[in-house]
C-alpha cells in the first residue's frame, strides 16, 4: 500500500500551532566534522538535542495533547519510553493541564527519571518495554488515560514533519540528509515533509545493531518486531517493533537504510565532544557515526544535513560511553 502523510499545508498549520510551545532549533555548518571527512562534503546539523525536554519528542507529544477533549484532559494521559518520550509527554501534559502516568523501562538512567519528575508525571518502572506497553493498556482501560504513542500516528507524524520544515527552510539546498530511526516517528513525519518540499533529496535512516525492526520492516515487506530484547546503548532508538503506520511512511519516503555498531556511537560520541564541544546521547550521535563510518564514502563531495535528536544523558553515562580513539 502507499501511504499518504500529511500535507505540506497540514505540517506548516501544525507548526504555526506548535509556535511558543516548542522552539525552532537550529542548524549550523560543521567545519571540524567535514576535516574528519575530506573530499569536499559539506556538513550541517539539525541540532534539535537544543529542543525543550532535550530532544525533539516534545513536538509529537503536544501535536497529540492538543487534540484532546477537555473531558479527556480530565482522566490524563499515559506513555510508554526509555526516557526522552517520557520527559516530553510530562512536559506537554503540565504545560496543557493534565496528567499523566508515565511507564519507563530499567535502562532509563535516574537523570531521565528525575526529568519526568520535574514536570508532575507520576512514573513506573517496568519490566521490560513489553511490560510497559500492557500496563499503559491497563491504564487506558482502568482509567480512561489516553496513550501518547510514542511514534506511531498521523499526529505524531505532523509533528515531526515540522522540523523537515524546518531543515529546508534553514538549508537552501541539500543533497541528503541522516535520520536516526527508534520506532520510525521521527524519520516517517520528517522524511514526508521533506520528500513534498525538496523530492531530489536522499534521506537516508540508521539503526543501531540490536535495535533494527525497520530494517526487519523492508526486508519482510510489512511492520516487524525484534525477536527479543534490544541489545544496543541507544535505548532512545531501541523500540521493539514499528508499527503499519510509521513503516509504510517510512518506506514510501527513505532512500535507504544503514545499520551501525555501537562503537562507532561510542566513536562518534567522542567525536562530537573533541571536535564540537556538545555531549550527546547514543542515539543523537546515531547520525554522525553513520556518515563517518558506513555512509563516509557514498556521501563524498555532497552536501549533508544530520539529524542530531536528543541529548538527555547525564555525565557519568556520558563517560562511561563515549569512546575518544582516533579524534583529531
Known sequence: MTMVGPSIAEIQAQHNQLSGSVLRTPVIRCPALEARLAGGTEVFAKLEFLQR??????RGAIATMQTLSKDQLLRGVTAVSAGNHAIATAYAAQMIG???KVLMTPSANTYRIESCKSYGAEITIADDIHHAFRIAKMLQEDEGRYLVHPFD???IALGTGTIGLEICDQVDHFDSIIVPIGGGGLIGGLSNAVKQLKPETEIIGVEPEGADSMHRSFIKGAAEKLDGAMTTI??????????PYS?????????????IEDLQIQEAMGSLFKLMNIAVEP???ASTAALLGPLRKSLQGKRVVLVMCGSNIDWDSFYRYAVFNDVD
Open 153 to 155: 500516528g498521523p499526529l
Open 247 to 259: 513503516y509504510e511512511l517510512t518506506k514510501e519516503n527513505v532512500d535507504r537504510l544503514v545499520m
Open 98 to 100: 493534565t496528567s499523566a
Open 234 to 243: 541507544a535505548d532512545s532508538l531501541g523500540a521493539p517493533f514499528s508499527t
Open 283 to 285: 542515539a543523537c550521535a
Open 53 to 58: 525536554t532535550g530532544s525533539f519528542k516534545v
